[in-house]
């Protein structure tokens, strides 16, 4: 714990605003994607799909991931507890929402969709774009499938099964991939070779998200490991978030470690 505080604090106080960017596409992304305050259309809805679910005291049988690969014994929870504990908080589902709106994907992948929440966020920014998101366990994926045809989200194709194997199997279905986020199974081999599998379908305007890249050492050494990867050429770490980018267009290869301007960390963690 103590040496999470320490990591954050040293995050914090090397980390940029809008303010200290001279490089126009991270001045953009500043922009567009962390001082944006307005309230999108979908937000709303979303909001309340979220409030539902948090109340919803149905119990399902869930495979727990949470040793990675390994299928333990199902486990009983309760719809409201995966609410609680595994959706992207709104503040960074409303960064992901704002990720796909400014640099319109048409392929979306999504690691980890538990109940769907970060995926209807994708869905929503851009009926255009196709999600594939992939779930483990068959259950939750189930409850997902559900909150997908309630918010009539049309453009979500939906992969059920340890990441080891949909992983493969989904690439094989998918053409090209413009946005990756990658929200499961945050160890660092699993974590590394998710990168390379995706990288096999990756272009030069591909960006991935990492979440969770300070949730451990294992994260943190994969996250350090990852933007110095010599074919990334840009990455920015939000701190819950690490971005990588492969254009080429680049002067030189920068890491920028960015915070939105009006920043209340305590409504985020
Ligand atoms: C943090 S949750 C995803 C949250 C979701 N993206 C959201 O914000 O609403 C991670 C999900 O990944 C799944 N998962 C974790 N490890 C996995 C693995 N090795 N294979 C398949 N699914 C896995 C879990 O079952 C869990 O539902």
Redesign the pocket.
């Known amino acids: 714990m103590i040496k999470r505080i320490f990591q954050f604090l040293k995050f914090y106080f090397s980390a940029n605003t809008l303010h200290g960017v001279h490089s126009p596409f991270v001045f953009d992304f500043c922009r567009k994607i962390l001082e944006d305050q307005r309230n999108f259309y979908a937000y709303g809805d979303l909001v309340t799909l979220r409030e539902q679910l948090r109340q919803n005291k149905s119990v399902i049988d ?2 727990d ?1 949470g040793a ?2 390994l299928v333990l014994p199902k486990k009983k929870k309760r719809i409201s507890e995966i609410a609680k504990t ?3 908080a709104v503040h960074f ?1 409303k960064i992901l929402f704002k990720t796909a709106l400014t640099y319109q994907p048409k392929s979306i992948l ?10 209807l966020y994708f869905s929503k920014a851009n009926d255009a774009s196709k999600v594939y998101t ?4 068959p259950n ?1 994926a189930k409850v997902a499938q559900n909150n997908f045809q309630t918010s009539k989200a049309k453009n979500i194709q939906q992969f059920t ?4 194997q ?1 992983l493969p199997n989904a690439l094989k279905e998918i053409e090209s991939l413009d946005l990756v ?1 990658i ?3 945050h160890r660092y081999q ?1 974590t590394m070779d998710y990168f390379e599998l995706c990288m096999k379908k990756s272009n030069e305007n591909t960006i991935i998200v990492f ?1 969770d890249i300070y949730w451990s050492d294992e994260m943190t050494k994969a996250w350090t490991e990852l933007k110095n990867d010599p074919r990334v050429t840009q990455s920015i770490d939000l701190y819950q978030f690490g971005y990588v980018f492969f254009n080429k267009d680049f002067k030189e290869k920068q890491h920028w470690k960015l915070v939105p301007l009006r920043w209340k960390p305590w409504q985020v963690w």
């Open positions: 869930v495979n991931f990675g690969s595994s959706a992207t589902a999504e690691l980890g969709t538990s109940l769907g929440i970060s995926t992939i779930e483990g366990c939750v099964g340890e990441f080891g949909s986020f929200d499961g199974n699993p979440d």
